[in-house]
């Protein structure tokens, strides 16, 4: 079993170093992660510049790139192999509902997903790394399961970790993924000289965390994995949109 392990806080992060440290055991483990933290980078990837791959003395690959970034450059060419896993994080935060579109975590995961490799992406919902250890040890078991038990077909799980003692954890909860409001008004401000500037506004409320959602779930203390897939085609729609297919 070869596994690679990606994140976007990092490759010097306490949750990658956790991650890394909980999965010892299930096979061989190489890691190729970002440079610097890059959250919020989605599934970019850097097309207007050539990347760099240094190796830290742990012996982790880093690169001066995005999340996706360092996944397709070790399955397009810094491997000599083709991993049988990719696992992504352990995030600092939530990676929930509409907030996933965003998610360099996720992007990772996806990366892999995207060359035909199951791929898991680990997210800890609470900023700070409070509990780190629970979350590290839930991420080995879902792990061990995808092991044991592969799912059919090709797998993308998200999975979000309560911020709490893995005894007070209420065990695993298969979800579809909640909805958020849009997020609140952007924050101006100006440089010294005058010019304006804007900082993204913070998330917006919870819409939907019904029982059956991601959301849900963490309310109720227990983690959430939720399959995902990247067909982004509105079906509904293909009827309607034929009416428009007439000849030019």
């Given at each position: 079993?070869r596994i690679?392990?990606?994140n976007?806080?990092?490759?010097?992060?306490?949750?990658?170093?956790?991650?890394?440290?909980?999965?010892?055991?299930l096979?061989?483990?190489?890691?190729?992660?970002p440079?610097?933290?890059?959250?919020?980078?989605s599934?970019?990837?850097?097309l207007?510049?050539?990347?760099?791959?240094r190796?830290?003395?742990?012996g982790?690959?880093?690169?001066?790139g995005?999340?996706?970034d360092?996944?397709?450059?070790?399955?397009?060419?810094l491997?000599?192999?083709?991993?049988?896993?990719?696992?992504?994080?352990?995030?600092n935060g939530?990676?929930?509902?509409?907030?996933t579109?965003y998610?360099?975590?996720?992007?990772?995961a996806?990366?892999g997903?995207l060359f035909?490799i199951?791929?898991?992406?680990?997210s800890?919902v609470?900023?700070?790394?409070?509990?780190?250890?629970?979350?590290?040890?839930?991420?080995?078991q879902?792990?061990e399961r995808?092991i044991?038990?592969?799912?059919?077909?090709?797998?993308?799980?998200?999975?979000?970790?309560?911020?709490?003692?893995?005894?007070?954890m209420?065990?695993?909860t298969?979800t579809?993924?909640g909805?958020?409001?849009?997020?609140?008004?952007?924050?101006?401000?100006?440089?010294?000289?005058?010019?304006?500037?804007?900082?993204?506004?913070?998330?917006?409320?919870?819409?939907d965390?019904?029982?059956?959602?991601d959301?849900?779930a963490?309310e109720?203390?227990?983690?959430?994995?939720?399959?995902?897939?990247?067909?982004?085609?509105?079906?509904?729609?293909?009827?309607?949109?034929?009416?428009w297919?007439?000849?030019?």
């Open positions: 079993m690679l392990v990606s976007d806080d990092g490759y010097n992060a306490e949750g990658i170093e956790a991650l890394v440290a909980a999965l010892k055991g096979g061989e483990l190489t890691i190729v992660a440079e610097t933290n890059c959250s919020g980078a599934n970019s990837l850097t207007n510049r050539p990347l760099s791959v190796q830290a003395a742990n982790y690959y880093f690169v001066n995005t999340p996706s360092c996944v397709h450059i070790a399955l397009t060419g491997l000599d192999f083709r991993p049988d896993l990719v696992v992504s994080g352990i995030n939530a990676n929930m509902g509409d907030d579109l998610s360099g975590t996720v992007a990772a996806t990366e997903y035909g199951p791929a898991i992406a680990f800890l609470k900023k700070g790394w409070e509990h780190l250890d629970s979350a590290a040890r839930v991420a080995r879902v792990v995808q044991a038990q592969p799912l059919a077909g090709n797998t993308l799980l998200n999975v979000n970790i309560p911020a709490v003692p893995y005894e007070a209420q065990g695993f298969v579809r993924l909805k958020r409001h849009p997020s609140e008004p952007v924050v101006k401000s100006s440089t010294p000289y005058g010019d304006p500037v804007y900082w993204i506004g913070p998330v917006g409320l919870v819409s965390s019904a029982a059956d959602t959301f849900g963490i109720q203390h227990a983690v959430s994995i939720t399959p995902l897939r990247l067909d982004l085609t509105h079906y509904e729609q293909l009827s309607h949109l034929k009416a297919a007439e000849p030019l």
